[in-house]
């Protein structure tokens, strides 16, 4: 059964940190591209992150370029995002995504699966 399982979210302080894991059963992480989405309450879904299946490039939005990191753990069938220096707007459940496709995307309908979600806050 193809699954994606999100984990690491919580409470964290402004300018803690978190590192959110994407564990998957059924499908090997290592063949697709890997996207981490969030979505604010009111907000639309947005691209946080991506990795390509190719070559491990990666693009992060401008919002979180030099605090947010995307990894690949192939040995675990896991990619992760660790997340540096939280701030208030970095709150929102946090997804991810996989697809089939060459390269990363930022549109969510291309990706193939996706996984429950998890809850990051950032709050004093």
């Known amino acids: 059964q193809l699954q994606l399982v999100e984990s690491g979210g919580g409470l964290v302080q402004p300018g803690g940190s978190l590192r959110l894991s994407c564990a998957a059963s059924?499908?090997?992480?290592?063949?697709?591209?890997i996207g981490w989405f969030r979505q604010a309450p009111g907000k639309e879904r947005e691209g946080v992150s991506c990795?390509?299946?190719?070559?491990?490039?990666?693009n992060y939005a401008d919002s979180v370029k030099g605090r947010f990191t995307i990894s690949r753990d192939n040995a675990k069938n896991t990619v992760y995002l660790q997340m540096n220096t939280l701030k208030p707007e970095d709150t929102g459940v946090y997804y991810c995504?996989?697809?089939?496709?060459?390269?990363?995307?930022?549109?969510?309908?291309?990706?193939?699966?996706w996984g429950q979600g998890t809850q990051v806050t950032v709050s004093s």
């Open positions: 995504a996989v697809g089939s496709f060459i390269g990363t995307s930022w549109y969510p309908d291309v990706y193939d699966y």
């Open positions: 059924g499908l090997i992480l290592d063949y697709y591209a």
């Open positions: 990795i390509s299946s190719s070559d491990n490039s990666t």
